[in-house]
């Protein structure tokens, strides 16, 4: 059986050449982006709040930031690459606690619905013509709300996020839902946008099922009838883990792919509000025995100086 999923789909629209190296050569991404560390840091602290909460021992606001602390400075970090070098790396973190703050006091600690699932890889089967394919996601949250409804909740921590009844992600969880859950028949979608600060909603109801298993159907079998992988290039090139292997690759300017991690940093002259090139960070300018030089603001983790 043919297994896809969301990001699948999503990825061979995006680029197709990426979607070759990643599902159908099996390689493995060359780095993962501060972006990506921001996205995952403040999913796997929700998780944790609803967690918690479902023990009947809900988080305030401070043990909220200690656990997005502690997951914030992991391993992850070290690796991240910041490919906007111009921004600081602290300016990734506090933008992740702000977003985690603002939801902490709008939702997370008024919300009273129940947890059904966190962070709940789901696989469902979709029949089309004769083939099943698998189809597998994620589900950020599913809860049963104080009115008997399901609720399937995804947070998103970019800058676009779609309206959840015409955008296809939580609809097509949705044909998981009402397989798992025969007898609902209408579920809540919930795009928590936690950068606007703002909850979109929309309706989903099980006769719309078969609209969406075709839309599913059709990008499958897009897949499926290609005959190469041409890539698209553009500026998303950046942010993309193939992209040292990729020799149609476009590249912008500063935000060429720099790596973050210092053994395959350029050293480049740098003043004071910079950023590092070791990791990105913003430098300053310290005093030490031998005078004034410009450091990482890092420091210990990185070590990078130069002269003054």
Excluded at 2 to 15: A, D, N
Excluded at 90 to 99: A, D, N, P
Excluded at 181 to 210: H, P, T, W
Aim: aromatic share 10%; hydrophobic share 30%.
């Amino acid at each position: 059986m043919e297994s896809y999923s969301h990001s699948s789909l999503g990825l061979f629209e995006q680029c197709p050449k990426a979607f070759e190296y990643k599902y159908l050569k099996k390689e493995d991404e060359a780095f993962s982006t501060i972006e990506q560390h921001v996205g995952r840091t403040v999913h796997a602290t929700l998780q944790q709040a609803y967690t918690a909460k479902a023990k009947s021992n809900p988080m305030d606001e401070s043990s909220i930031q200690r656990f997005y602390d502690e997951l914030w400075n992991s391993q992850e970090l070290n690796e991240a690459r910041v490919i906007k070098r111009v921004i600081p790396i602290s300016t990734y973190y506090f933008e992740g606690l702000r977003m985690l703050k603002s939801y902490c006091s709008r939702i997370y600690l008024q919300d009273n619905s129940e947890s059904l699932q966190l962070e709940n890889r789901f696989a469902t089967t979709i029949k089309a013509n004769g083939k099943a394919y698998d189809y597998s996601g994620v589900i950020d949250r599913l809860s049963k709300q104080s009115a008997g409804w399901l609720r399937i909740t995804d947070y998103k921590t970019g800058k676009s996020v779609q309206n959840p009844s015409e955008d296809l992600q939580l609809r097509s969880y949705s044909l998981f839902v009402f397989s798992a859950y025969e007898e609902v028949n209408e579920i809540e979608l919930c795009y928590e946008d936690l950068r606007g600060e703002i909850s979109l909603m929309g309706n989903f109801a099980r006769k719309q099922m078969q609209n969406v298993t075709d839309q599913l159907v059709e990008k499958i079998q897009r897949i499926e009838r290609a005959a190469s992988y041409p890539a698209k290039p553009s500026i998303l090139c950046n942010w993309c883990g193939f992209n040292e292997v990729c020799s149609s690759r476009m590249e912008h300017g500063s935000y060429a792919g720099v790596r973050k991690r210092a053994e395959d940093s350029k050293e480049e002259e740098s003043e004071p509000g910079d950023a590092c090139p070791r990791c990105g960070a913003e430098l300053v300018e310290r005093e030490g025995r031998r005078g004034a030089f410009i450091g990482c603001s890092r420091f210990p983790k990185c070590r990078y100086t130069r002269d003054s």
